[in-house]
Structures are given as C-alpha cells and as structure tokens.
Nanobody, 121 residues
C-alpha cells in the first residue's frame, strides 16, 4: 500500500521555523522525485519545492527561495522541508507528492494527506 505521510506542521510565530517530514512507503522511493505543495484557504494549490530522486537536483519557487530547504534521506524513505523565517502568508496545508519525473510541473502519482502550518502571533 502506497503511503506518503506528512508531519511536523503546527502553529508558529512569524519569523519562526518548522521542519516538515514526508515519510514514504509502498513504492521504490529512490526512483521518485518528491515535491512539496501548499494550499491556503480560498487559493489555488502552489508548488513550492521539489527534489530529484537522488537528491542532487532541487528547485524552489520564488515565494520560498532563501527561506526553505528541501532534502531527502533515501535510506529512511523520507523527505524534509526546513522552513525558516516563516511569514503569515506561509499559512497553508502542506502536501508532499511523488513523481517519476522531476519538477513542479511533473505528473505526481502519489499524494499525502497534508499537514497544517499556521503562522500567526
């Protein structure tokens, strides 16, 4: 059974940090690129970062560049998203997804259920 399970979300003050995790099972993890997406209430889903299957390629949307860092641990089938200098506009449900291709415009085969991130004082 394929699973992607996000964790690490929560409530944080502006300027704070969170680290999201995406734990994968049920498929050959190191064949897949992983993307992080987010969706705020009333807004369209936004792709914010992705990482290639080996971890050698990464991409960040302008909205998070310089503040977020994506990484992966293929030995433990997990991808991380370190989020620093968080802003209220980062408030959203964050999802990870897996694709045999690389890039935020790729077709993603598997999706997690999401984890809520709220940035507020």
């Amino acid at each position: 059974q394929v699973q992607l399970v996000e964790s690490g979300g929560g409530l944080v003050q502006p300027g704070g940090s969170l680290r999201l995790s995406c734990a994968a099972s049920g498929f050959t993890f190191d064949d897949y690129g992983i993307g992080w997406f987010r969706q705020a209430p009333g807004k369209e889903r936004e792709g914010i970062s992705c990482i290639g299957s080996s971890g050698g390629s990464t991409y960040y949307a302008d909205s998070v560049k310089g503040r977020f860092t994506i990484s992966r641990d293929n030995a433990n089938n997990t991808v991380y998203l370190q989020m620093n200098s968080l802003k209220p506009e980062d408030t959203a449900v964050y999802y990870c997804a897996a694709s045999l291709d690389y890039g935020l415009a790729a077709a993603y085969d598997y999706w997690g259920q999401g984890t809520q991130v709220t940035v507020s004082s």
